[in-house]
C-alpha cells in the first residue's frame, strides 16, 4: 500500500511542467536537486534566478517526519499554534525512547513501561491532530519513511539530522528543528537558503569487500564533517546507477556527517525494484512515467564542472574497505593501512565489541551480506573474539530477515538482537562496564562515534565501517585485520580466509511483516484530548518566550567560551537525557554540560561571576536568569553540528542565553537558534575569538539597528576595565528578524493566526 498516494499523484501531474517553467526563469539546465527544489516553492514565492548559497526561498514541502524525542517539543509547540489538523501529511515515530541492555523483546517491554506517559501523549497528539503514529518496536523513523513514505521527486522535512536517508530514493528530504515542522505542519512557508550544489560523480563497480557505505566513509574523509555544509550533494555516474536503493540510502544518510544539506540519487532501475519490492507498485509505475524528469538534466551530465560548484569523482573499481574514527565520522583509514595508522596514534587494537545496524545500515541487503560473514564462522570452525550485536531497522526488515534464517545465523555464532530501534547508535545502550570508563575500541555500522556517544564512556574509540567489516572484525577480534588479505587461526590451529561477502539487494521472496506497527490517526480528532499532567517531569506544557523589548543587550554575562568541537550532542546530550525531550525545564539542566571551557579545559565548570565560585554551566545559567542578567556564548567552529535537536537551542534559550557567538555554525543548529528568538552569529574575524575573557560583560551597541546584511557590534568590558570592540556577521533576513522581535517563530505564528 502506497500511503497518501492522492498527494503524489498531484505532485507528479504538474511536475514536469514546474520543471519547464524552472528552466526559463533559472536560464539553464538544471540539476536534480533543483528540479525539485523549484517544483515545491510556496504558492507565495516569487519564481526568479536563484542565487546559490544567497537566495532565502519559501519551499511548500510535502510531508513532514518526527521521531519522539524531538516530536514531543514539536508537537508542544504545534499545541500552541491554534490550528487544528496538520496541512501537510505528517507522522511519529517511536524509536529513540527504547534502551538497548539484554535483547529486543525484554527491552521493548521495559521501554513500554517506562515511556507509557510519553507514548500515550505522542498517540493521543497525533489522534488528534491528523498524525499517522508507528508506535515503539516498529523500527527506526528513516527505515520506515523509506519503506514505506520516500518517494522520488518528493520533497520532506524531519525532525532529525538523518531525514537525509530518503534521498536512497530520490527525494529532497532534510534535517529540520521542531520549530521548522511546526510551520510546515501549520500550512505555512517553509525557508531555506537556496543549497550550493556538490557532483560526486560514481565510476565503476563495488567489488569483493567493499559496500556503498566505504563511499560516503571516503567523501566523508575528502570534505570533513563541515564540507557539505550549505549544499546538497548529488550521485551520479555509472557508478551511482550500479548500487541498490537501500545502499544509496546508506550514502545519503551519512551525509549529515558532512554537513550537507541532504544528498540524492537520480530515479532509476534500483528505486523501482525497491518500490515494487515494498508493495508500491503504483508509486512506481508513477515515477516510472516521468522517469526523464527525474534526473539532472543532460546538459548536467556532459559538463558537470559547468552546473555543479564542485565535482569529485570516485572510481569505485579502485576504492578499498575502511573505518572512520575515531572520536570524528570523517576521520578516513583504508583498512589495508589500519595496522599502521593505529600503532602511530595509540589507537586500541583489541576489537571488544561489534555493532551492526541503525538507520544507516540496516536493510535487507546489509543484513544479508553481514550474515553470509557470520556464517563462516561457524562453517570455518573460528572463534567469535568480540561481542557481537544486530539492530533492525523495521519491524518488516526483521521479521523477513528472521524468516529467511539470518538471525539464526547471527544467534550461532553468539549475536545478540537488540530492538527495532535506535539503541546504541544515539546513546540508549546500557553497556556492562562502560561506568568503569576504561580505554577500548568498538566498531560499528552507525554513522555516528563522538566521545561518549554510543556508551557514555569518554575512553570507548569507536570506529564506523560497512556492516561486513564490521562483522569480519568482530570475528577476528582486532582492528587492523584485513578480510582481503589476512588470515585467521581456527579452533583445530589450521589458517583460514573469510570468503567475500555475499547477499541479496531485494529479498527474492519478498517482504513480508505482521504487524507493522502502524496506527492510523482518527479522522475527526476534535473530540480527542491531549493530557499533560502539571506533575509530569516527563512533559511541560510550553510558555511562550517573551518578545523584544527593541532596546541593546547590555550587562550581558559570558556563560562560556567553548574550545573545539561543541557538538549537539555536547549542547544537549542524549542517552540517560532522552527522558526529559518533553520538559524543558527538566532537560535544561544538562545545558552545555559537555562543552569544554576554554578558560581551564574541563567540561561543566565554568566561573559565575554573581558568586565568583566555579559551579555547572546550567547552575550558572540559573542564577544569572534569576538575577536577571543576559548571558551570551561563544563557540568555536561549526559549532552545534549532529543531531538536529531543537533542544539544544531551546535550552539557552529558556535559561537566558540571548546570544551565540562562534567562528562558524552548522546549517541546522543556526536555523533553530534563530527560530527559538536567539542572536547566531559569527565573529567577522574568527581571531576575535581569542580575545574574549573569563569574567567579560558583554554590550550590544548597536542591535536597536538590526537589519539583513548589517553586521552587529558588540563590547566586550574584561574584569581589568579594558575593552575590546568585536563585530558579528548574521545571516538574518527581514522574515528571521521578526521572529527575534516576537520572540520566537512560534510567537509569530500566533500573531498572524489571532
Not at 511542467?17 to 538544471?30: D, H, S, T
Not at 544537549?572 to 545545558?591: E, F, Q, T, V
Not at 543531531?643 to 543548529?669: N, Y
Request: hydrophobic share 40%; glycine share 8%; proline share 4%.
Amino acid at each position: 500500500m502506497t500511503f497518501d498516494f492522492d498527494m503524489i499523484k498531484n505532485v507528479y501531474a504538474d511536475f514536469e511542467n514546474r520543471v519547464n517553467a524552472a528552466r526559463e526563469y533559472m536560464g539553464r539546465p538544471l540539476t536534480y536537486s533543483e528540479k525539485i527544489l523549484c517544483s515545491h516553492l510556496f504558492s507565495t514565492q516569487k519564481p526568479e534566478a536563484f542565487k546559490r548559497g544567497e537566495s532565502y526561498v519559501d519551499f511548500a514541502p510535502d510531508r513532514v517526519a518526527m521521531q519522539d524525542a524531538t516530536a514531543q517539543m514539536a508537537l508542544l509547540q504545534f499545541m500552541q499554534a491554534g490550528k487544528k489538523k496538520v496541512a501537510v501529511p505528517s507522522t511519529v515515530h517511536a524509536d529513540h525512547l527504547i534502551q538497548a541492555r539484554v535483547g529486543a523483546d525484554k527491552d521493548l517491554v521495559e521501554a513500554e513501561n517506562k515511556n507509557n506517559e510519553v507514548y500515550q501523549f505522542l498517540q493521543s497528539v497525533s489522534n488528534k491532530y491528523g498524525i499517522g503514529f508507528w508506535k515503539a518496536g516498529a523500527g527506526i523513523i528513516h527505515q520506515v519513511v523509506l519503506e514505506n513514505y520516500a518517494f522520488p521527486g518528493g520533497m520532506m522535512i524531519g525532525t532529525d539530522s538523518h531525514t537525509v536517508n530518503a534521498g536512497g530514493l530520490g527525494m529532497v528530504a532534510i534535517g529540520v528543528g521542531g520549530a521548522d515542522a511546526v510551520d510546515v505542519m501549520a500550512g505555512m512557508a517553509w525557508e531555506l537558503k537556496f543549497p550550493k550544489m556538490i557532483g560526486i560523480k560514481l565510476t565503476g563497480k563495488l567489488s569483493g569487500w567493499c559496500a556503498p557505505k566505504d563511499i560516503i566513509l571516503k567523501v566523508a574523509g575528502l570534505l570533513t564533517v563541515k564540507g557539505g555544509t550549505g549544499a546538497i550533494v548529488e550521485y551520479f555516474g555509472e557508478g551511482a546507477e550500479s548500487l541498490s536503493c537501500t545502499g544509496k540510502g546508506t550514502i545519503c544518510n551519512m551525509g549529515a556527517e558532512i554537513g550537507a544539506t541532504t544528498s540524492i540519487f537520480a530515479y532509476d532501475k534500483s528505486m523501482s525494484n525497491y518500490l515494487r519490492s515494498t508493495h508500491r507498485a503504483d508509486l512506481a509505475d508513477a515515477a516510472d512515467a516521468i522517469a526523464s524528469a527525474l534526473r539532472p538534466d543532460a546538459e548536467v551530465y556532459a559538463e558537470p564542472e559547468k552546473y555543479y560548484d564542485q565535482v569529485i569523482e570516485i572510481n569505485l573499481d579502485e576504492l578499498e574497505p575502511a573505518l572512520n574514527g575515531p572520536f570524528s565520522p570523517d576521520l578516513y583509514t583504508p583498512i589495508s593501512k589500519m595496522k599502521e595508522i593505529a600503532e602511530k596514534n595509540g589507537w586500541p587494537t583489541k576489537v571488544e565489541v561489534g555493532l551492526i545496524g541503525s538507520c544507516t545500515n540496516s536493510s535487507y541487503e546489509d543484513i544479508s551480506r553481514a550474515a553470509s560473514v557470520a556464517k563462516q564462522a561457524k562453517d570455518k570452525n573460528l572463534e567469535v573474539k568480540a561481542e557481537y550485536t544486530i539492530t533492525p531497522g523495521s519491524e518488516q526488515v526483521r521479521f523477513t530477515v528472521e524468516r529467511d534464517g539470518y538471525l539464526d545465523t547471527f544467534a550461532e555464532i553468539g549475536g545478540k538482537v537488540f530492538a527495532n530501534a535506535c539503541g546504541p547508535c544515539i546513546g540508549q545502550w546500557a553497556r556492562e562496564g562502560a561506568e568503569k570508563q576504561e580505554k577500548n575500541t568498538i566498531v560499528h555500522s552507525f554513522n555516528r562515534n563522538f566521545s561518549k556517544r554510543a556508551d557514555g564512556n569518554p575512553n570507548t574509540y569507536a570506529f564506523v565501517g560497512s556492516p561486513e567489516l564490521v562483522t569480519a572484525l568482530a570475528i577476528a577480534g582486532d582492528l587492523t585485520f584485513n578480510p582481503a588479505t589476512d588470515k585467521l587461526i581456527n579452533k583445530d590451529g589450521v589458517e583460514v580466509m573469510l570468503d567475500e561477502p555475499q547477499g541479496y539487494e531485494l529479498p527474492t521472496r519478498g517482504f513480508d511483516v505482521e504487524d507493522a506497527g502502524f496506527i492510523a490517526p482518527a479522522e475527526d480528532g476534535s473530540n480527542v484530548e491531549v493530557i499533560v499532567a502539571p506533575t509530569s517531569d516527563r512533559l511541560q506544557i510550553l510558555e511562550a518566550f517573551p518578545a523584544w523589548d527593541g532596546k541593546n543587550i547590555s550587562g550581558a554575562k559570558l556563560l562560556i567560551k567553548a574550545f573545539g568541537k561543541c557538538t549537539t550532542d555536547h549542547i544537549s546530550m542524549a542517552g540517560p537525557w532522552l527522558k526529559y525531550r518533553g520538559h524543558l525545564d527538566n532537560i535544561s539542566n544538562n545545558m552545555l554540560i559537555g562543552a569544554v571551557n576554554a578558560f581551564n579545559m574541563e567540561t561543566n565548570k565554568v566561573k559565575n561571576e554573581l558568586s565568583g565560585e566555579y559551579t555547572e554551566v546550567p547552575a550558572s545559567a540559573r542564577a544569572y536568569k534569576a538575577a536577571g542578567v543576559p548571558t551570551v556564548v561563544v563557540g568555536d567552529e561549526n559549532y552545534g553540528e549532529g543531531s538536529s535537536r531543537e533542544h539544544a537551542a531551546m535550552e539557552p534559550r529558556h535559561l537566558g542565553v540571548r546570544a551565540v557567538l562562534v567562528k562558524s555554525f552548522a546549517r541546522i543548529h543556526e536555523t533553530n537558534l534563530k527560530k527559538q528568538g536567539m542572536l547566531a552569529l559569527t565573529f567577522a574575524d574568527k581571531a576575535d575569538y581569542d580575545k574574549i575573557q573569563e569574567g567579560d560583560t558583554i554590550n550590544f551597541l548597536d542591535l536597536d539597528q538590526f537589519a539583513p546584511a548589517k553586521p552587529l557590534t558588540l563590547e566586550f568590558v574584561h574584569a581589568d576595565g579594558s575593552k575590546d570592540t568585536i563585530v558579528a556577521n548574521h545571516t538574518y533576513n527581514e522574515g528571521q528578524i521578526e521572529w527575534f522581535k516576537a520572540g520566537s517563530a512560534l510567537n509569530l505564528i500566533k500573531q498572524q493566526s489571532k
